[in-house]
């Protein structure tokens, strides 16, 4: 079965760091470029960023909103991606979504996603 | 960045009624367009890619249509389990960006 499965949320202060990881199964993970996709509370849907392929350079983008604070990286090798995110905000709040992207170079639609990752950034 | 702008933001409609939800690109996507249904409690679903092309085990009374600037969903016929709430993505120019969302409830 193809699946992906996101873990590392949790409730954090505004300012800390908090990683999260995607571990896909049931297809060769590194043919794909990966998103995250986040959901606040009773709000849509925000794109935060993706990573290529390493056929097409492993090379990210990302939203305006979360520039320079997060990073996305992956280790294919273990069927996993990565949302590196520091000096958190309370705006941050959200369910985080990774997503595969069914093409390798980023430019098609999203047709797996995982259950989500709460978290929650409070003092 | 491509703005999507969806609408209506909500519809109540009954169980075989014919529904059509809208969305407008602020700029050309050239048919880099999804929809997705997200059910309360649920992640996101994709329904149709491309514009129109259906997903496997979609039913087939989704359907999609548009192009450059406009793309519109249907569902031909209201069933029970269609209650949820409808995104539309452009695929087109990163930042990928998503519409508002329409709510789909039944009367």
């Known amino acids: 079965e193809v699946q992906l499965v996101e873990s590392g949320g949790d409730l954090v202060q505004p300012g800390r760091s908090l990683r999260l990881s995607c571990t896909g199964s049931?297809?060769?993970?590194?043919?794909?470029?990966m998103s995250w996709v986040r959901q606040a509370p009773g709000k849509g849907l925000e794109w935060v960023g993706f990573?290529?392929?390493?056929?097409?350079?492993?090379?990210?983008e990302d939203a305006a909103s979360v520039r320079g604070r997060f990073s996305i990286s992956r280790d294919d090798s273990k069927s996993i991606a990565y949302l590196e995110m520091n000096s958190l905000q309370t705006e941050d709040t959200a369910v985080y979504y990774c997503?595969?992207?069914?093409?390798?170079?980023?430019?098609?639609?999203?047709?797996?996603w995982g259950q989500g990752t709460v978290v929650i950034v409070s003092s | 960045d491509i703005q999507m702008t969806q609408s209506p933001s909500s519809v109540s409609a009954s169980v075989g009624d014919r529904v059509t939800i809208t969305c407008r690109a602020s700029?050309?996507?050239?048919?880099?367009v999804a929809w997705y249904q997200q059910k309360p409690g649920k992640a996101p679903k994709l329904l149709l890619s491309?514009?129109?092309r259906l997903e496997s085990g979609v039913p087939s009374r989704f359907s999609g249509s548009g192009s450059e600037t406009g793309y519109t969903l249907t569902i031909s016929s209201l069933q029970p389990e269609d209650v949820a709430t409808y995104y539309c993505?452009?695929?087109?120019?990163?930042?990928?960006?998503f519409g508002q969302g329409t709510k789909v409830e039944i009367k």
């Open positions: 990573i290529r392929s390493k056929d097409y350079g492993g090379t990210t």
């Open positions: 491309a514009v129109a």
């Open positions: 700029q050309g996507s050239s048919h880099s």
């Open positions: 997503t595969r992207d069914r093409s390798a170079y980023g430019g098609d639609a999203f047709d797996i």
């Open positions: 993505q452009q695929y087109y120019r990163p930042p990928w960006t």
């Open positions: 049931g297809f060769t993970f590194g043919d794909y470029t």
